[in-house]
T-cell receptor, first 117, second 113 residues
Framework: GAVVSQHPSRVICKSGTSVKIECRSL??????MFWYRQFPKQSLMLMAT?????????EQGVEKDKFLINHASLTLSTLTVTSAHPEDSSFYIC?????????????FGPGTRLLVL | GNSVTQMEGPVTLSEEAFLTINCTYT??????LFWYVQYPGEGLQLLLK?????DKGSNKGFEATYRKETTSFHLEKGSVQVSDSAVYFC????????????FGAGTILRVKS
């Protein structure tokens, strides 16, 4: 149980294009999903928290207009990197949890590696 | 604010050696504590967790005990295998901070045969 998938696993795009990354909880309903960014050999940096049906809450320093997050259902959240630039190249990881049900553990997806040329 | 400090790596061990990765935390209230493992090129997997003082989390031969008096959650394994080579992250969450996970910097473990 508690499986989270991400799609795509790897994406290469040209500078200036937008890229959408999907995060799905496969066997549970995720009341809350989180998006992280991880630079090589570093820890995870929380970008934003999204609750189903409401606007995402972004961490300080994260551009909400550049990293659009949608959490339209209890099993799907999407992160869209708009007008991507080479400095946006990174490993993006989502996690999902069932906060409010007594289960607070976050379960992570396998990550999406983005390379912007 | 909440923070997690892990021992710096990389930690290099021979197969069947004893493993300890130190983790200490600073938090208000009563956080939950976690160890996550990340294999090369993959996302994070929950390894074990403990939600209150003196709880012991265990999984796949790994153990960690929630020590409130020393604010520690050290990860141990009695006999490591080559397949345990990965990056290990200690983390905490507390409802006072919206249950957001706060991660340590991660510790690289390399096990040689």
């Amino acid at each position: 149980g508690a499986v989270v998938s991400q799609h795509p696993s790897r994406v290469i795009c040209k500078s200036g294009t937008s890229v959408k990354i999907e995060c799905r909880s496969l066997d549970f309903q995720a009341t809350t999903m989180f998006w992280y960014r991880q630079f090589p050999k570093q820890s995870l940096m929380l970008m934003a928290t999204s609750n189903e049906g409401s606007k995402a809450t972004y961490e300080q320093g994260v551009e909400k207009d550049k990293f659009l997050i949608n959490h339209a259902s209890l099993t799907l959240s999407t992160l869209t990197v708009t007008s991507a630039h080479p400095e946006d190249s990174s490993f993006y990881i989502c996690s999902a949890s069932q906060y409010g049900t007594g289960e607070e553990t976050q379960y992570f997806g396998p990550g999406t590696r983005l390379l912007v040329l | 604010g909440n923070s997690v400090t892990q021992m710096e790596g990389p930690v290099t061990l021979s197969e069947e050696a004893f493993l300890t990765i130190n983790c200490t935390y600073t938090a208000t209230g009563y956080p939950s504590l976690f160890w996550y493992v990340q294999y090369p090129g993959e996302g994070l997997q929950l390894l074990l967790k403990a939600t209150k003082a003196d709880d012991k989390g265990s999984n796949k031969g790994f153990e960690a005990t929630y020590r409130k008096e020393t604010t520690s959650f050290h990860l141990e394994k009695g006999s490591v295998q080559v397949s345990d080579s990965a990056v290990y992250f200690c983390a905490l969450s507390s409802w006072e901070y919206g249950n957001k996970l706060v991660f340590g910097a991660g510790t690289i473990l390399r096990v040689k045969s």
